[in-house]
């Protein structure tokens, strides 16, 4: 499977070409409970995930799992949105996870702005805060780039020093403080679930230099750097992963996740839409 990524992906480029006019200069990618992000994009072609041909197949409930072409309702920016993702922990490859990133780098995106929902270990981050991500940790176990290279003239050692763009931090910290959005910065720690972490592992992913916790993002980061795209990411603090501010265990449920992720999704929306309307994103 993963030596015919290549293949597959020319029958993934010319079926979508086949769908869609749009050349996209940026690609989103919208975690659980953040469907509604793509609101204010004119959506001029919508796929869905099983429709695409060699698309990952998941079985996660509430992830839409639609591929949406479209402008930007006020500076007709081009985009493709990737509505849901397909996780790791729903049994696939790292190198399928990060397909998007090869679906946007194929149909021209530079840049990928990805967002999830994550479990603050910071007990400066609560749940409904924004984290903008300034850099990862991998504990998924595995890389997405292992293996056979995509492209021949890509790197096979690929730098991830720096992964997420600084350009891209600054403009959105000017976006959020003009809109009145408090957000925060921190370190992804992406583990693979799909279990939620003990308490033992909060806390040493908290004592390594993890800010929160999530099973995503990293794929596709990863596979973005590779290809030369520029990085933003965002995480909504769904639930508070700190074992010691709290005397019952945790028990963060998935619906738990979406409601507070749904909740923040205009704020969310605001961040990118501000980054797309500046020009930052082109
Ligand atoms: N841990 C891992 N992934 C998550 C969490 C969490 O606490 N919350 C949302 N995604």
Request: net charge neutral.
């Amino acid at each position: 499977m993963p030596a015919a990524l290549g293949l597959e992906l020319t029958l993934t480029k010319n079926f979508l070409a086949k769908h869609t006019k749009v050349h996209p200069v940026c690609a989103l990618v919208l975690g659980s409970g953040l469907a509604s992000v793509a609101g204010w994009v004119d959506q001029e072609a919508v796929l869905r995930y099983e429709d695409i041909p060699n698309f990952p197949r998941g079985d996660v409930a509430g992830h839409g799992g639609r591929l949406i072409f479209g402008h930007a309702a006020r500076t007709r920016t081009p985009l493709v949105i990737f509505e849901g993702r397909v996780h790791y922990y729903e049994g696939i490859g790292m190198r399928q996870a990060a397909f998007p990133a090869y679906v946007a780098h194929a149909v021209g995106a530079r840049i990928l702005i990805a967002t999830n929902a994550a479990g603050g270990l910071n007990p400066d981050l609560t749940p409904g805060d924004i984290m903008l991500i300034r850099d990862h940790i991998n504990l998924m176990g595995d890389n997405p780039l292992r293996g056979p290279l995509v492209h021949k003239s890509a790197e096979r050692f690929t730098a991830m020093s720096g992964a997420y763009d600084p350009a891209l931090l600054d403009a959105a910290f000017a976006v959020a403080g003009a809109r009145g959005i408090r957000l925060q910065l921190g370190v992804y720690a992406a583990m693979s679930g799909p279990a939620y972490e003990t308490d033992a592992e909060l806390n040493m992913l908290y004592a390594m230099g993890a800010d929160a916790v999530g099973m995503s993002t990293v794929p596709e980061v990863m596979a973005a750097r590779h290809l030369g795209l520029r990085v933003m990411g965002l995480s909504v603090i769904a639930n508070d992963a700190y074992p010691h501010r709290r005397r019952e265990p945790q028990r963060p449920t998935h619906e738990g996740v979406l409601r507070v992720t749904q909740a923040v999704a205009p704020q969310v929306q605001a961040i990118i839409e501000g980054l797309v309307e500046r020009g930052d994103v082109t």
